[in-house]
Structure formats: structure tokens, C-alpha cells
């Protein structure tokens, strides 16, 4: 609640100064169901980071679902990492799911 009050007003990427080392963006937009979400950043090709942005969760059944867009820089990361990052995501959805 301390941030929300001393950075709203700020209109920089990054808000917050002396952000950790080692951290990435992961934004939600709950309002709203996706099946791809893209973003463009311009930045001459230096942001390596991935940023994860969720969506609004739907209930079906027993099940629940929440879409997720990951955007990876092709210069760290290729398709078969990200094939590997979703499935150990769903892998951990799943086993989650069992406990409730």
C-alpha cells in the first residue's frame, strides 16, 4: 500500500528505484480473458527479461483456468525453453489441483 501511495504517479517503466537484481515483471489483467497477449517494447533489443501477464480466471466444472502470456527475448530463450517453462507450470497447476 506504501508503494501504490509513493510511486502512482510515476509513468516510467520501471517506478520503483534500486529494484533487485534477478527480479522480472508479472503483470495481471484480471479484467480481461485472453488467448495471446503481446507486448512492444521499444528498447533496441537490450530487455532480456521475461514478463509474464495473466489474465481473468474462468471456472469450468472443477477445474480452474487462468491464462498466462510469456514473452521471452529470442536471444536468451528459444522455443524449447519455453516449451519446457509451460509445461513445469502446468505440471505445478496440476499438482496444486489435487490438493484441493
Known amino acids: 500500500m ?4 509513493n510511486y502512482k504517479d510515476l509513468k516510467q517503466f520501471v517506478a520503483k528505484p534500486h529494484e533487485p537484481p534477478n527480479t522480472f515483471p508479472v503483470s495481471s489483467i484480471p479484467w480481461v480473458n485472453f488467448t495471446g497477449f503481446n507486448l512492444n517494447i521499444y528498447n533496441e533489443g537490450t530487455y532480456l527479461l521475461p514478463i509474464f501477464t495473466m489474465g481473468k480466471y474462468v471456472q469450468q466444472n472443477d477445474r480452474v483456468y487462468l491464462p498466462l ?3 521471452l527475448h529470442h536471444a536468451v530463450c528459444d522455443g524449447y525453453h519455453t516449451g519446457v517453462l509451460y509445461n513445469e507450470l502446468q505440471s505445478l497447476a496440476d499438482r496444486c489441483h489435487e490438493w484441493f
Do not use: G, I, P, W
Not at 2 to 5: G, I, N, S, T
Open 69 to 71: 502470456s510469456v514473452q
Open 2 to 5: 506504501e508503494d501504490m501511495k
